[in-house]
């Protein structure tokens, strides 16, 4: 038994040494890789801070471009007839939304949503007051009667999707 006792107040004061030891190192491994990784983020957000700005920039130009009072100043009615252009409005609309499409990667998933939304409201208005008009109407009389709705509403579609963005810009910077 005292060989025992004897062995054993050799190897327990080893055995707590070398698990504090572990457990020190493993600490401080540890805190070293989190360490590591908040550069690595920090390095990462320097990066991707000014292509999420430009994200934010250019949805917002988009969502102002598909405004009706901008759309039908860019898109000019000319002598197109009524389908025409409604059809070429829908048209400038897609081609917008085609060219920002990508921005949807630096956005979240709530303000990409609503951004399509806008724009699904803003086809659906176009075609809807188009429907609505007599087969004597013309693309100027579309393009007058779509800026009187957009000036009648409360808050348009797209005005909303820019509040939004705007929103989340000054929530995450």
Known sequence: MEAFIEILKYTFPAALMLLLTYLLLSNFVDNEE??????LRKDLNKKA???????FERLTVFL?????????????PGNMPLGVYR????????????YNISQQVY???KIWNNIVSAKSQVVSMINKVTAEM???ATAADLSRKLI???MTGDIFPTKAAILLLKHEAARNF
Do not use: C, M, W
């Not at 989190?34 to 550069?39: E, I, T, W």
């Not at 901008?70 to 898109?75: A, I, S």
């Open 34 to 39: 989190k360490r590591r990784q908040f550069y």
């Open 49 to 55: 801070l000014p292509l999420r700005f430009q994200a």
């Open 64 to 76: 102002e471009r598909i405004t009706p009072n901008q759309l039908v100043t860019r898109v000019k």
């Open 87 to 98: 059809k070429t409005l829908v048209d400038a609309i897609r081609q917008e939304y085609e």
């Open 107 to 109: 956005v979240s998933d």
């Open 134 to 136: 007599d087969e004597n």
């Open 148 to 150: 009187e709705l957009e």
